[in-house]
Structures are given as C-alpha cells and as structure tokens.
C-alpha cells in the first residue's frame, strides 16, 4: 500500500503512515487539496509556520504508463492566498511511486531561516541533511551539485534563487529524465513556501527498486498496448504534440485574436511568423547540436510534447520552449525572436520562477514605461534584476499584481492575484470564465476551453457550463496524476479505470472519477471561502471588464448570474 | 439649506443639488459613507473608473465653535480595498459650511492622464480649471502656487508628488490656518484615488462670505460658552492636548509598553526621554522664532493640539508634529532624536504621503536589512526616494503591506492591509480589536480605546466590547464633523443637540446620533462584505496572533467568538 510520508522540518523529524484504504484511489490534485484542507487553517499566512507543502502522485504511478507520472504539489499559496495545486511532469511523480510514496507532507516553519536543510529520500529512508551548500546558487548549478552528492538515479524537487528570497512568483524545479531543472511546478508561488520552511531540495531515489508491476499483467499488456496506439495515432498526441509541442498554439492564438500581446493590449501579433510552432522546429531542426523537437519529460510519455531548444551553436540553451513562456516572453513583451525567449526562459528557470506571471509582470513594468515593448534586452536586464534580487528585481518577482500596484497601472491581467497564462480571456471566453471562478486563480491548465464545443470562442454563450465541464473533466486527469495532453487520445476514462484494475486489482468507476473531481472542487472552493474569498473575487481585474482587445474588439461579458450558477455547488454535478 | 456639489471630472461637468430634508442631519463620515456606498459598485477598482471621491463636512460647519470644522473624504480605498473614510482638520470644511456645501462628490476618471486638473469653488460657481503647472512639485511649493494663483483667503485640498504615482499611501493635502499643507486625510491612500481622476486640487474660497450664523443667538451663546468653558477647564483639553499635543501619548505608550520600536518588535523604546512630550516642548520652547506649543488647526479650536517644529535656527520645519508621526518614524525606525523625526515628517508632507503608512513601511525595509534600526540618515534617504519615486520609493509608497510581500517580511503590522498607528496591538488590546473590525482597517481613529474603562490593557477581558463602544462614539463624532478630541469636555451630546438647534432650528437628540452612527457601521460593514471582506479578514496579520511584543510578553489573543460578536450586526445597537 502506498504510503505518506510526514516531516515536520522544525523538530527535524517524520513519520511514515501507510495510505487509509478509502484514500487508496484519491492522487494527485484529489489528495493534495483534501490533505491541505485538513491541515492548514484557511486563515493562515502562506509563508507563516501554519502552512503545509503537500507533494502526491497519482494512482498508476511509478509505472511506465504514458502521462501517468504527473505531480501534484499542494499549499496555501502566498500569490493568490487560495488553496493552491501546482502540477508538474518530469521523474519526481514517478520516482515517489516506485519508493511506495502517495504523499510527502511538510509542516513546520524554520526559526532560524540563514541555514538550509535538503530531504533525502530512497529505500533506506527518510534524511533530514544540510543543504547550506546549495544556498545562492541558480537551478542549474544547483541540480549539478545534487546529482553529485546524491549521484545519478535522483529525482528532485528544488527551489531556485527566487524563493530564497520569499518571492511570489517563485516554482518548485521538478527534474526531467536528463536531472535538468527543467518542469516546473510553476504556478502560486509555492518555491516560496518551500524556501520560508527551510528547504533546498526534496531529494528522491529509487535506485534498487523497479518499477510498480501490475497485478494482472496480461490485462495491463492489452490496455496498455491500446492506449499507446491511440496515442500514436491520434492526430493531436501522435503529429501535433509531438511535432510543434504547444507551441501549435501560436496560430491558433493569432487567429483567433488571444495571443497576449504588449501587456494583453492586443490579441494578434505582427511578428507572429518568428514566433510560431513551423519557425520553432525549423530553427531547432537547422541548428545541429543537442536541439530536440520531441522529447519525453516524464518516463514512458509517448506524446513528447516537450522540446530542446539550442543556442546558435547547438548547446542546449532551455528545455522545453512552451507555448505559455513564447505568448508572455515574446508578444506579450513585443518581442518577436526566439533566442531572446528562449534566453529569457532559461534565465527564469535559472532563478526559478514561474516563466507566466514573471512574464506578466515585466509586460506591466514596460507598460509603466520601464522600457519600450519589443526591447529584448531590456527583458533579459529586468530577469537579471530578479536572479540578482534588486528590488526592482523583487517586485517583478512579486508577480503582475504587486508590480501593478508598486508601478501604478491599472491594465493588469490577473485573477485572484495570479496572472493570466497567454491567453487573452476576451478573446477566448471559456478561459475568462475559468480564470474568474477557478480556485486556483487565473490558470489554463484548471479548465481548457479551447477544445470545448463551444459555437464561437468570441461570444459569451455557452462559456460558464463549457469552463465548468472543462474544470471537473481536468480535475479528473490532475486527481488521477495523468497529464490532460491524453485527453485527446483516451476520451473514455475507461480505459484507465481498466489500467488502475490491472495495476492495483481496484475497481474504479469513471463516475467515480467525477465525483471525486465534483468533491474536490467543491472542498476548495470551502477552502477558499473560509480563507476569505466571496463572489467579489470571482472576476478578472476590472480593465478586462471594461476595455476592448483591440484586435477582436470584445471584452469579458460574461453574464454574472452565470459565474454565479457556476460557483452553484450544487449545480456541479449538473 | 447645505447643497451637493456633484463633478463628473471626464466631462468637465457639474451639477448642484440642495440636501434633502433627511439628509439634513447627516454628515461627516455618515454621508460620505452613506455616498460611496450609493454610488460605488462593492467591487471596483479603487483606482478605475467607478470609484469617487466624496468630501464632506459636519452638521455645524461654517460655523466657528470649536472642534466643529473636521472634514471626511470617503472613497474605496486603493490600500485596504475596503470603504474608506479619511478625516482630517484644517479650514476646507469650515470654508465648504461657509459656502454652504455639504459634500463634494467627484465621479469619473480622466482618461488623458498626462493633464491635471484644479477644481475652484467659490460663491461665483463651481470652475474646473487647468492644473498643469502643479504637477510634480512638493505640496509646499504647490500651496503657495495655489495662494499666489487664488489668492490669500482661500482652503484647498491637494495631492502630492506620492500621490501622481498612483502611490497607494498618498494622503490628500488639507489647508491649515496659514495656508500651510499642514493636516492630512492621510490614511487609506485616497490621494492616489483624487490622482486617478486627475485632479491636483480643490480650491474652496469662501470670501465675501460669513461664517454661519445661528438661528438662535441667545441659545447659541449659551451653549458655546458653556462649551468653550469646559475645554478650558477640563485638564485633557485644557492641559494634555494644549501644552504637549499628542505627544503626550509617549511617555503613556512607554509606561504600558505599547510604543511600536524597531517594526513593533519591543513596545518601550531606550531613547524614550529624548522623543516624550515634555522633550518637544522644551526643545520647541528652546528655540527662539517660528515654533509654536500650542497651534488651532482649524478656526475657532480651543483645544489647540497642533504645533509648530522648528529647526535649530528658529524657522518653521514641519507643523504638527504629533504621536502617531513620533512613534512611527521614531521608536518603530529606532531614530531617538526629534530633528530627523521633523525631517521625515517634513519631507512625508512634502510628497504627500500618510506618514503612519510610511513610517511603518520603512520599519519594513529596515527589518528586512536595507538599513539599520537607529540610521537616521537611511530613514531620509528612503523618504527621498518616495519623493524621487524611484523603484525602491515606489515600493515604500505602495504600503507597509506591499513593502513586506516585495521585501519577503513576515512580521508586517497591518490589518486589512493598513499599517498599525503607533500603538501595539499586543500591549493595548482594544486596538487589536478595533484594528481587526473596523471597517477601515488599522485606524486608532476608529475606536480607540486608551481611555475606555477596561481593566487592563494588556488583558484580553472586555476588549471587544469596549472596541465596540469606542468605534460607535467615535462614529458619532466623525458623522457630526467634530474632532473626537472635545470628547472628554463634551461627554454629553445633549450638549452639540442644542447647538445643532440653536444653529439650524432642528431637533436632534442624543438617540439619533447613536442611531445614525449605528447604521452608518452597518452599512460600511455591508459594502465591505460585498466587496469581498469576510471574518478570514477579521484579524491582524498573523505574527502578531502568535509572538510576543517583548516588553510585554503579550500577544493578541481577543477570542474569536468576541470578535464574531463585535461584528454581528444585530448586536451593535445592544
């Protein structure tokens, strides 16, 4: 059975309980939000001694299953004060299933925070250590000094600079097959959390274990055999995805009019043939070197939407370039090249920050007149600010809202505090009704509507139930630990419910799935409503309300009785 | 009968009501109040469009009896997020009566944000005048560009240089006797609000006008007598307030260890007896030329709390130098000397800002290591990037609460997002109180309670209810327009009942007071609730739940059930 691993960093000590039965089938999302609600007073200060970390994979984890390895880090989040999950792929997720780990929970606050501690966790057990070593250093140097003191078969979960500095926009840096820093636990702030409770890193290691083995193997052959072949066949996972990785929706974004540009000022980007999926893979296929269209960041994914992508000379700059850093580091900044992206990425995970909202809030320090849209290195001197930590380098790394309020300007796109991924809401309506209700804030990843049958992304009908769908539908993936990429391919949850029965002998029914999705929205929403959130809250910065996109000439209309309908809990399950 | 100046800024229009008859009685925080909550939607952005600004005086402005001539400035506040009224002394209510103008409603937003206005009032109409030429200088040389503009009778109120930033503790500028930017409507940052709107100031000029005259002359010299008697005979008005003003609270905050020292991390200050009240005076009488003891800061006050600094060559530094401003750029920035603390004050006026706000910022950057408790020069240095809004400066504007998020400072002393005045919550309990559940966030102002009769100050016991009996009297004072300062000569309001009828020919009893500053409570508290404030907002930031102001050994520790009671609504008439 799979267990839970509780370290209170304050007494440097832990206890290892083995997962109740009826929480046997609750990962990811489902259980990070359940064990923050149990555990944090909703009150509390995110950075304060009363908040938790709370790291789950899902139920087929530790398998070799394709997007089955996704981790789910939940808390309080010091950027929006809601309860937060921030979800990553890479070999943390997958390493925690091999050790017969559900859920690593952190509580306690450092006194005294000018010393650092890093988790050690393997077969041999669980090792509070020094972590004074790594202190200062970027993510990248970082990673290099972990793997050798811990050697090769690591997996991590890291904070950068950033966080030691309590910024808000600070990530977790999960590993990827190559040790990278390369996923991030990106949204909330949570690097915060980490660092204001002492820890460097969360090492795991499963050397000396193998990989979960199903109990009914030939079952789990066919299923498996099945889903990979939909996967492969399946345009969107098999050509899109593993061609162009997101970055397929720069097009898309500029035909529709929702690709942020110059601090969401516009939707449609006059550079856009720089910056689009076709120029991203031939600039990595023209440069020779260790650029990778496709690449895996998490074992056994066969979608591969990650890439490589390589300086001038064929050194691996940043991995992956995704569509949400090309939208808030280039249009949204005016900037139409991607080694300037690219650079600006990599300088984020450097410091590691989340690259959306750092994106966000260096398009609202340009729009205050720090620098002119399109000035590239004014970008890369504005991210040097925030690995150096200056205070301007600090308020960017505070996220849009608080550079917004420091720098006095009003168009600033947020919800609940967090910054809209690169998808003007205006333009691409179902997000705007999920950046508005969502618990987590303003995130694409809480409730994709881009996909959803909606007659036309520009109007306002039909948007509230195509985002509430969307919610509960991502909620099941992110509760499950699956990455939502195989939505397309695996339609029927089925299938899945048929992989957990092959793996675990349980029986899980897809109307199961729902209702643990529909139980946990609805836990967070409580969460959240007891830490001070109402109907006020559930609405975009008011200049999205009231100002056009200037290319699609729309603006947030969505009805608020039909907001109101959907933060109806009991209409959820309608 | 009083009118209603009402100017729609973006159309450069204006229109005059006369009040209506059952809004007669009502003034001062209970009508501007009573107006935001009218015409602001809950959720608005403080700085957008849908906010106003409403300036309104008391019941018996115009007319000279002491204490009677306090103006409200009501808005949503860009600070707290929360209805907002901000009070301060000075002749632009005693001017409004005498033009007699009740309120003063401004509406819209300038869209052009590059030209300023200057709104004049005077008995020839209301004129919306170019104000170009005012921007970016301090409020000093800006109130002698008004008077040589204008001329000498008039009043003004004003921003600063903090508050063309947009800086959210941006106070508004209210005319003392002698022309001077000398009081403030300094807390909640509705400087930033009137900068929103692009205005630099209002001019009101009541020349060739009289003060009011009673109806009743026989009764109104009865009564005023009897009233000016008691201020001139009771010790706290007669004595404290006149001879060492609100610095007479040090030596008061010392003994019960209150006195915010070093980011309210002590509540005695070592240096106490260079910074007390009796220090101020000697120094003041000390030296020879402009300084005053004992200063009006309005016609006709008795009580004279003001006073006039001077520098060491006898010239004019800053008037008044009083408590609030002591404590916070003294003890809570560990500075013991009152020329660097007149120096600060100074140069706050000078930008305009609420010198609580910044005083307890800078306590912020200090703790957070930028400089040194006790660096004097540090202080300054800070203060004069506030003036220069440099990047730093701009941060310190934003607030205490801004300034810990960028800073990464967990021990913040705010409560809904407004600094902590100068006094411990930890060591004068009835503050925490009232800091947790007034309406407007942390505001001694609002429910003080140093003289309630509880039995100890740094017990818990009966502190709700004295916060809730204070919040209501004071209420009673903020919506009649007097300075709550005549509280202890005037104890009856049967007394202000009579003036108001030999004044106005109206009956108003005691009861009515109580009954309109009662719902004006509720009503604060109901907009409040609809613009996203909830119990979780109920409290002070969370260090100051669970550490102990060190003198003391005390923390805030008020149940949360009291709490919940203070704000049940139904119970507030009880």
Chains 1, 2 share one sequence.
Not at 288 to 309: F, T
Not at 476 to 498: E, M, R, T
Not at 503 to 526: G, N, W, Y
Request: include cysteine; proline fraction near 5%.
């Amino acid at each position: 059975m799979p267990r839970v691993i509780s370290i209170d960093i304050d007494k440097s000590t832990h206890h290892i309980d083995i997962i109740s039965e009826n929480e046997f089938l609750t990962g990811g999302r489902a259980l990070s939000s359940q064990t923050i609600a149990q555990l944090v007073p909703p009150a509390a200060d995110p950075l304060g001694p009363f908040n938790i970390l709370s790291f789950c994979n899902g139920i087929l984890a530790g398998t070799t299953i394709s997007n089955a390895n996704r981790l789910s880090v939940g808390s309080k989040s010091p950027l929006t004060g809601t309860i937060k999950e921030s979800n990553s792929g890479g070999t943390f997720a997958f390493q925690m299933g091999r050790l017969d780990i559900r859920n690593i929970i952190i509580t306690g606050k450092r006194s005294d925070l000018k010393t650092w501690k890093v988790i050690h966790i393997s077969k041999d057990g669980v090792h509070i250590e020094e972590g004074q070593d790594l202190a200062t250093h970027g993510c990248y140097a970082k990673s290099e000094l972990l793997v050798k003191r811990y050697g090769p078969s690591i997996a991590f979960a890291m904070i950068g600079p950033a966080a030691e500095h309590l910024m808000r926009s600070a990530a977790i840096a999960i590993s990827d097959p190559q040790k990278q820093p390369a996923r991030f636990c990106g949204r909330g702030g949570l690097g915060a959390v980490m660092a204001s409770k002492g820890i460097q890193a969360i090492v795991v290691d499963a050397a000396q274990t193998s990989p979960v083995q199903p109990d009914d193997k030939e079952l789990f052959k066919d299923i498996s055999r099945a889903v990979s072949e939909q996967i492969n066949t399946t345009p969107q996972t098999a050509k899109v995805f593993r061609t162009y990785g997101t970055a397929a929706m720069v097009d898309v974004a500029q035909g529709l009019g929702f690709l942020p540009t110059r601090n969401f000022s516009q939707g449609r980007f006059e550079y856009v043939e720089q910056i689009n999926g076709q120029t991203l893979v031939d600039t990595i296929s023209s440069r020779e070197g260790e650029g990778k269209i496709s690449h895996a960041c998490m074992p056994g994914c066969l979608v591969q939407c990650s890439n490589v992508y390589p300086d001038k000379f064929g050194k691996r700059l940043v991995s992956p370039l995704e569509y949400e850093t090309i939208g808030m580091m280039g249009p949204n900044l005016g900037i139409g090249d991607f080694d300037t992206i690219a650079e600006l990425n990599y300088l984020a995970n450097d410091c590691g920050v989340d690259t959306i909202e750092v994106g966000a809030a260096i398009g609202v320090a340009m729009h205050a007149g720090l620098a002119d849209f399109g000035d590239g290195q004014a970008a890369l001197s504005m991210m040097k600010e925030v690995r150096e930590a200056t205070i301007l380098g600090k308020v960017i790394g505070a996220g849009a809202e608080t550079t917004a309020k420091v720098l006095g300007v009003y168009q600033v796109p947020t919800a609940k505090g967090q910054a809209f991924p690169a998808y003007d809401p205006r333009a691409l309506k179902g997000l705007a009704a999920t950046y508005a209700t969502s618990p987590m804030g303003a995130d694409h990843t809480a409730g994709h509507t881009i996909r959803s049958q909606v007659e036309d992304h520009h109007s306002a009908v039909g948007q509230a139930t195509a985002s509430k769908m969307s919610q509960i539908a991502t909620l099941q993936w992110d509760s499950l630990g699956f990455c939502y990429f195989i939505g397309s391919a695996v339609p029927d949850l089925s299938q899945i419910c048929d992989l957990i029965k092959a793996v675990h002998s349980h029986e899980f029914l897809p109307e199961q799935i729902r209702r643990m999705a529909i139980k946990t929205l609805r836990l967070e929403r409580d969460f959240n409503r007891k830490a001070g959130f109402g109907p006020a809250h559930d609405r975009l910065s008011e200049y999205f309300h009231i100002s056009e996109n200037v290319d699609t000439k729309t603006i947030c209309d969505i009805p608020e009785s039909e907001i109101e309908d959907l933060m109806n809990d009991e209409k959820l399950s309608q």
